[in-house]
RNA sequence: GUUCCCUUCGUCUAGAGGCCUAGGACACGUCCCUUUCACGGAUGUAACACGGGUUCGAAUCCCGUAGGGAACGCCA
């Protein structure tokens, strides 16, 4: 038997990083067993279902790098007909019925049960009566015929056999009196119709679990094999929400994140292969199972994400950082700019837990001023730097034509040796500032042995007049 | 309210009755390296929710309790 997967997201928002991670499980499992990951568009709610959003699913799939099989992708608005059919088949077969109850005496019906302390539920009043008895100008559902005894079992293959007596069923709806299905009937329908075989998807549709083997059954269709996973929390431990920051792919691709690095946190994240934390999704699907999913649910760590990112930074290809770098720059850059950049990026990216950070790291290779932050105008605002600055400037003047990172080195620690008694920082922190103008920055002598002497001369005369602008270079 | 699910360091987790003095990773502390910040190396703090069973032996199996989550629509 092949083993087909699927990933249903419903169009009404942006890819949830939770879905993300079920597109995941799902991806992965599809490709361990050779089988088949197909996409099906759930936008039978036409309320809330957009264009935009479905254009935004495909945009993040491919941007994780989760290609998915079949001629094209399943659009679940477009099978109504087809939904209808089984309703009525259903009807045919007696394991479905007409019901004509009116929006009233449903509210009616969960009046009264809230007034006793039960559960809300239908009292199947129309489950055997015949529908000559049908009152006059009301268009009727169709109900299924919920066992009423007895337990109905999941096996499910991450949480285990599950329980529930049939006592708490009710006769759900399976097609409204508008002739539309509802989404347990649906989901049904397509997934025997795609003939998947497993179904891995969040916690959230455990209970729907129950419902939706009650159609299998009455169908005769084989129930797929079901996996539960639960839901991805904030660092708070409550569901992941607006107030959390970031909860859709979209918005960790804007905060600099590698899709390598969140397909791995995503996988590492409630499912597990020993001690592995470094992987690819290529690797994790070789691993995966259904069974090594976890559980209990598990919290979005900020931190780790960071830490896993760190590691693909350093693994990606110059290249392409530098133009992530680019793109995500609102400087004018021309081809002096890009080669420096592309010189640079290999000591930046070490540096980098993000392609935000590596891009503010990067701006002084990309500026034609520079622009100094609070703490290096407070290095160059400094009687000593002042001072020190004149021994550079004077120093790297000399070195010409070689103007290469040794040589920098060997003049700035002469300094060094022969004015500051080998306190190399006192050199150091102001010509920094005056390179970046920042206090922190990649190994400064090759940082400027890319930029060129031209370059460097001309950001240490700019820092010269800088500190004479600011007074303190009495001396 | 009813039903269902979950519970190992702060976080992600390893763990399938003896391999557990509970391991790894992130975070945090200390030290080393160092032109800064990182990286890297070393090292340290830190957990089986609680209570009962079963067993020669339980993080692991069973039952309760507490806490957390989910579902109960002519939404998906």
């Not at 990083?17 to 936008?43: M, Q, S």
């Not at 290779?365 to 000593?384: C, Q, S, W």
């Given at each position: ?14 890819l949830?990083i939770?879905?993300a991670r079920?597109a995941l499980f799902?991806w992965c499992?599809?490709k361990k ?26 945009r993040d799939l491919k941007w994780l790098g989760l290609d ?178 970031a909860?859709?792919v979209g918005e960790f691709k804007d905060m600099g994140y590698l899709p390598e690095a969140v397909c791995n946190y995503l996988l590492r994240l409630g499912w597990s292969h020993g001690d592995d934390e470094l992987f690819t999704k290529e690797q994790a699907a070789e691993w995966f ?11 979005l760590d900020m931190k780790k994400l960071d830490h896993v990112n760190t590691h693909y930074m350093r693994l990606a290809d110059d290249t392409r950082l530098a133009e992530e770098v680019i793109t995500r720059n ?8 890009k080669a420096r950049l592309l010189a640079g990026i290999h000591d930046l990216k070490s540096r980098a837990a993000t392609l935000v950070q590596l891009t503010s790291e990067a701006k002084f290779y990309l ?38 990172e ?34 922190t920055s990649p190994p400064?002598?090759k940082a400027?042995?890319i ?25």
């Amino acid at each position: 038997m092949t083993v087909i997967t699927r990933f249903a997201p419903s169009p009404t928002g942006m890819l949830h990083i939770g879905g993300a991670r079920t597109a995941l499980f799902n991806w992965c499992y599809a490709k361990k067993t050779g089988g088949k990951f197909l996409l099906r568009i759930e936008d039978t709610d036409k309320e809330r279902s957009t264009k935009e959003a479905i254009e935004a699913i495909f945009r993040d799939l491919k941007w994780l790098g989760l290609d998915w099989d079949g001629d094209a992708t399943v659009y679940q608005s477009a099978r109504a007909a087809r939904h209808a059919e089984v309703a009525h088949e259903l009807v045919k077969r007696g394991r479905a019925y007409f019901c004509y109850c009116t929006p009233e005496e449903l509210e009616a019906m969960k009046a009264e049960a809230q007034a006793k302390g039960e559960q809300p539920r239908y009292n199947r009043m129309w489950r055997d009566r015949n529908p000559s008895e049908a009152p006059a100008g009301v268009k009727p559902v169709i109900r299924i015929k919920a066992p009423i005894d007895g337990d109905t079992v999941i096996e499910d293959a991450v949480q285990g056999r599950v329980t529930v007596p049939n006592s708490q069923l009710d006769d759900f709806i399976l097609l409204r009196s508008d002739g539309s299905p509802t989404y347990m009937h649906a989901v049904v329908v397509d997934d025997a119709d795609m003939g998947i075989t497993h179904v891995i998807r969040g916690d959230d549709h455990l209970n729907n679990a129950f419902r939706q083997k009650i159609i299998f059954d009455a169908m005769g269709w084989p129930v797929p094999v079901f996996g539960h996973v639960p839901l991805i929390h904030g660092a708070d431990g409550a569901k992941l929400s607006k107030r959390h920051g970031a909860q859709s792919v979209g918005e960790f691709k804007d905060m600099g994140y590698l899709p390598e690095a969140v397909c791995n946190y995503l996988l590492r994240l409630g499912w597990s292969h020993g001690d592995d934390e470094l992987f690819t999704k290529e690797q994790a699907a070789e691993w995966f199972d259904v069974n090594d999913i976890n559980a209990g649910p598990s919290r979005l760590d900020m931190k780790k994400l960071d830490h896993v990112n760190t590691h693909y930074m350093r693994l990606a290809d110059d290249t392409r950082l530098a133009e992530e770098v680019i793109t995500r720059n609102s400087l004018k850059i021309d081809e002096t700019h890009k080669a420096r950049l592309l010189a640079g990026i290999h000591d930046l990216k070490s540096r980098a837990a993000t392609l935000v950070q590596l891009t503010s790291e990067a701006k002084f290779y990309l500026v034609d001023e520079v622009a100094y932050d609070e703490k290096a105008a407070a290095a160059l605002n400094d009687h000593d730097a002042h001072h020190a600055m004149h021994h550079i400037y004077d120093a790297l003047a000399r070195l010409g034509a070689d103007f290469t990172e040794t040589a920098i080195d060997t003049a700035c620690r002469h300094i060094a040796e022969h004015v500051y008694a080998g306190k190399l920082a006192k050199v150091m922190m102001p010509l920094r500032a005056a390179i970046c103008g920042t206090t922190t920055s990649p190994p400064l002598f090759k940082a400027m042995e890319i930029l060129g002497q031209a370059e460097v001369m001309k950001r240490l005369k700019a820092a010269l007049h800088w500190m004479h602008d600011h007074g303190h270079h009495h001396h």
